[in-house]
């Protein structure tokens, strides 16, 4: 192939592109306008690569309407906005961006945690609109984290970093459920004990979700898990909107049926459910748990390495296909 042509379907760093230009001619959207399907259709005729970063659905029907497209390089972990089948079925090399972001995210993980836990974000409210007036002995009291039982639903690479940070920094009890149990070292690493997904969810005093998104773990957590879960309990999603069930939820915690919620990824964002922004026992963030500007450079680095190499022939870095 002569030089490729490549599409950077959102803004990126202006250095990644860089690095990309030497080696393909690109078109970019450092607008970041958020082009509908027909717009990225049109904008990828004649493309052999894009450049994804989770948003963008690849199906069969863009597929068939880009026949010059070779490869599909995503800038994020999950990748549920491909359908890899159908991109395997065109012909299509699809990838994603594993590794990079694990203890960033993780870090993120524990972080959300925590502020869940010990309601920091609804005392910082109360204390924003002025109604601290005095020092009271059960004000904004939440629930310890510190020997604690971490329930975490999903132990891939993240998983395993949330595992460790609360195994070893806060010696908590770790518990986990996974579509398959983790190798003995590994479960010897992260001090994680195997447990049915009811058990965790009856015994955990903090529920994390890792999980990936699919038809499979569509609404992983709806009402009759929230009913299993302590009053007490604090449930952490900062996997894929959709895990979780947001309207149950948003009932959940109006009712106590559970304590409180950290979310970072919502159903349909970035619009977020009506009740959610209603109720106060919730900590919500905009899909933020990889963003670090060390983090986020190096999945878009590993996004352009996997259309260099790809795209020269050699094979892709991380690939789904
Ligand atoms: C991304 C993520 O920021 O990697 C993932 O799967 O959810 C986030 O790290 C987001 O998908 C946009 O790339």
Not at 91 to 106: C, F, H, I, R
Not at 178 to 192: H, I, T
Not at 225 to 237: G, I, Q, R, S
Not at 245 to 259: G, M, P, V, Y
Request: with cysteine.
């Amino acid at each position: 192939m002569s030089r490729p042509k490549i599409l950077i379907s959102r803004a990126v760093f202006p250095e990644v592109i860089a690095r990309v230009e030497q080696f393909a001619d690109v078109q970019t959207n450092q607008d970041d306008v958020l082009w509908t399907k027909p717009e990225l259709i049109a904008r990828l005729q004649g493309m052999n690569g894009v450049l994804t970063t989770g948003g963008e659905r690849i199906d069969a029907e863009l597929l068939a309407a880009c026949p010059d497209l070779k490869i599909c390089a995503n800038m994020a972990v999950g990748y549920n906005n491909f359908d890899v089948p159908a991109m395997t079925a065109a012909g299509v090399k699809a990838t994603n961006a594993p590794d990079v972001l694990t203890e960033t995210t993780a870090d993120f993980g524990f972080a959300l945690l925590m502020a869940t836990a010990r309601r920091m974000t609804e005392s910082e409210h109360y204390l924003r609109a002025g109604l601290w007036t005095k020092w009271s002995y059960d004000m904004f009291a939440g629930s310890d984290i510190h020997g604690s039982t971490l329930g975490i639903m999903g132990m891939g690479r993240i998983g395993q970093g949330i595992a460790r940070r609360g195994a070893h920094g806060f010696g908590m009890r770790v518990i986990y459920h996974n579509r398959s149990r983790l190798e003995p070292v590994l479960e010897a690493q992260c001090k994680a004990q195997y447990v049915s997904k009811s058990e965790l969810l009856t015994t955990a005093d903090h529920v994390m979700l890792v999980v990936p998104y699919s038809a499979e773990s569509h609404h992983t957590i709806g009402e009759a898990e929230l009913a299993l879960m302590k009053p007490t309990a604090t449930l952490v999603n900062i996997a894929r909107g959709g895990i979780v069930d947001d309207a149950a939820l948003a009932r959940a915690l109006k009712n106590r049926t559970i304590a409180a919620a950290g979310l970072d990824v919502f159903e349909g964002e970035p619009r977020v459910h009506p009740d959610l922004l209603g109720v106060p026992n919730v900590v919500l963030t905009p899909h933020i748990a990889s963003a670090t500007i060390p983090t986020r450079l190096a999945m878009a680095n590993l996004a352009a390495d996997n259309l260099l190499a790809f795209l020269s022939g050699k094979p892709a870095l991380t690939p789904l296909n």
